[in-house]
């Protein structure tokens, strides 16, 4: 069977007697044969999101298509859907190949098909040997995977995961993010994940969807979002940590800011007030004799975080804003002495606190968004 594409139109999700929707006015979709990672803070409507489109949550309006029809009339079990949940649910009076086989035994598969389908899943998920035992006289690693290979045992059209790693330990968890991808892969099984975390949202999808507070921010592949976040909101979950606020020239490569003007060369805005994201891997730290570039700073923070280096730099507001008097106005240079802090992220471990620095932007790295006027963002 061809791999479902799925599509949410319009929707919006209130649960009973909450003033706000859960979900507001969401739509995008999920293409065949593809994992698309819904991600976002706590509380952003995802696990709505997916109870949604497994039909156990109505919408207040609009639409779930699967391949173009809606499915919102459909109770759970028809629409072809299998669930994984952080925790998996397991029958505890039946074993493990019992439980694995559970949904083809509702579907009146028989014995022999279902024998030889549960060894082949099991074996899929790497447990073909502890078929025999109960729930509880296994890992919860190995809990998850029967979970696994029991939503993927009835060859569903889509396959809904809500959280399923965040309760595993690290190491367990890289193999089971492995496993999953495969299995989907393998199977061709669109499907859509939960998860709260950027890093592994990144990792697994095909396309990423951001959610925050019950809304879209953004949806595209996983790289988009590190470098073209769409708003200040996406920029700042995905860890980008630099914003400076300043004045889009008419060139649209030229900013003026309180660190003076600085080159860019990607932009998705008008000239004018602009917000710059510049994310902490990409700034560049240079002794101070070493170049006549950059920008003039102090080195006020070091942590050593294993892999890298983590700098924050003050650097001094520029004295020079001549044709940029708009920024003047905004960034109030006179008034405000106060270093702008960036923060840095290197493997470079040439630096501690009290050294003077050279500050590098590079241009291919500066994004500017525009700006909607939250002050509080700028300059931190
Ligand atoms: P996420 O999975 O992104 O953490 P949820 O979809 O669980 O978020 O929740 C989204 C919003 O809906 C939150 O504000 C949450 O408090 C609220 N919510 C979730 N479940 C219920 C419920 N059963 N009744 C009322 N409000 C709920
Ligand atoms: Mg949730």
């Avoid at 942590?303 to 003050?314: D, I, M, P, S, T």
Wanted: proline share 7%.
């Amino acid at each position: 069977m061809e791999p479902a594409h799925l599509a949410l139109d319009n929707l919006t999700i209130r649960y009973q007697r909450a003033d706000l929707p859960a979900i507001e006015d969401l739509s995008l979709e999920a293409h065949p044969g593809e994992l698309l990672a819904l991600l976002g803070p706590s509380g952003s409507g995802k696990s709505t999101t997916l109870r949604c489109i497994a039909g156990f949550l109505d919408p207040e309006c609009g639409d779930v298509r699967l391949d173009g029809r809606s499915i919102l009339a459909l109770p759970p079990e028809r629409r072809n859907a299998a669930f994984v949940f952080q925790q998996p649910t397991l029958f505890p009076h039946l074993s493990v190949a019992e439980n694995v086989a559970f949904g083809l035994r509702m579907r009146g598969v028989g014995k022999a098909e279902r024998m030889r389908r549960v060894e082949a899943a099991l074996a899929a998920v790497q447990l073909a040997d502890l078929g025999t035992r109960r729930p509880h006289q296994i890992s919860g690693g190995q809990r998850q995977r029967v979970a696994l290979a029991r939503a993927l045992i009835t060859q569903p059209r889509l396959l809904l995961l809500d959280e399923p790693f965040s309760a595993l330990d690290p190491e367990l968890r890289d193999e089971m993010r492995a496993l999953v991808r495969e299995l989907q892969r393998g199977q061709a099984v669109t499907a859509v994940l939960v998860t709260h975390d950027q890093q592994e949202a990144s990792m697994l999808a095909d396309r990423i969807a951001l959610l925050i507070e019950g809304r879209l921010q953004q949806i595209g592949p996983p790289d988009v979002f590190y470098r073209r976040p769409a708003n200040l909101a996406v920029a700042r979950f995905f860890g980008a940590q630099n914003f400076l606020a300043g004045t889009l020239d008419r060139d649209e490569r030229t900013a003026f800011t309180s660190l003076g003007s600085l080159m860019l060369h990607h932009n998705s805005v008008a000239p004018g007030p602009v917000t710059l994201v510049i994310r902490p891997e990409r700034v560049r730290l240079s002794p101070p004799d070493a170049t006549p570039n950059g920008i003039a700073g102090r080195v006020q923070t070091h942590q050593f975080l294993g892999a890298l280096h983590r700098y924050v730099v003050a650097c001094a507001r520029s004295g020079d804003m001549s044709s940029a008097s708009a920024a003047l106005n905004r960034t109030k240079i006179t008034s405000n002495p106060e270093p702008v802090y960036l923060t840095v992220l290197t493997t470079d471990a040439n630096y501690r606190a009290g050294d003077a620095v050279r500050v590098i932007l590079p241009p291919e790295h500066i994004w500017a968004l525009a700006d909607h006027g939250d002050d509080h963002l700028a300059d931190q």
